[in-house]
């Protein structure tokens, strides 16, 4: 399997890196030489992104219909070709199951569901066509269990880790490495986003990120930053999922 830390250079597109742990990973992507282009929703806040990065960068809302593929059409009509691609753009909800407005549901599969697997399979296309190339699917340590109070996120991390995973076993083969990034609560906006209180164990997202890249490009499987949350990997998931529901502060 290829090794881009070593062997590699191209370009690197990471989605959702205007800020927090996509603008981390896109900065230590670029820290071993690779040409950054990245994503996000808020131009204003993209481009300032982009700037400290030398980065190119393309608005898109990765929420509407279609936007994926226009995303990374555009992309490659603009003459780049991506060596690696960061799913990482993606938006949570909190609240009793029924409870969450259905619209900020459609919003969020649209994005951790529909989006990361429609440019997962685009970059896959190109990658496996070549023989090189490397995907990492940002998803969380909620894909291991079920997450009450927060039940559409971790279902949605769930459904990328397992496509993730199935992905790697397919484009092997080909010379293309396919990696999951599952974090646990990160120091970033994400929480006060999706309507829930950040936990004080929160790691920021650059040490994440300094965790991370390394093991992705160097083909790791599941990559699971702090020595907690891959510990906690062992224990069963009713468990899990108890606990989580106690630290959203509720009286389950």
Known sequence: MRNFDLCGRGQALVTGAARGLGFALANELKARGFDIIITGRDEKTLKAAADLLGASYYVCELAASGAAKKL??????????????????????????????????????AV?????????????SDACGRGYGALLN???????????????????????????????E???????????????PLDTDFFKAAGANKPKTSMSAEKA????????LNGRKTIVPGFYNRLARLLPASIKAKYVAKIKGTKN
């Open 112 to 124: 951790n569901i529909t989006a990361a697997t429609e440019l997962s399979k685009l970059f896959l």
């Open 170 to 184: 397919e484009a092997k083969r080909y010379g293309v490495s396919v990696s999951s990034l599952c974090p646990g």
């Open 209 to 216: 990120a300094a965790y991370a890249i390394p093991r992705f």
């Open 72 to 109: 990374y059409e555009r992309i490659k009509a603009d003459g780049h070709t991506l060596s690696v691609l960061v799913n990482n753009a993606g938006l949570g909800a909190s609240g009793e199951a029924w409870t969450v407005d259905e619209e900020k549901d459609r919003e969020l599969i």
């Open 138 to 168: 940002v998803c969380s340590v909620g894909a291991f269990q079920p997450g009450p109070y927060t039940a559409s996120y971790y279902a949605s991390k769930a459904y990328l880790h397992s496509y993730t995973s199935a992905a790697r």
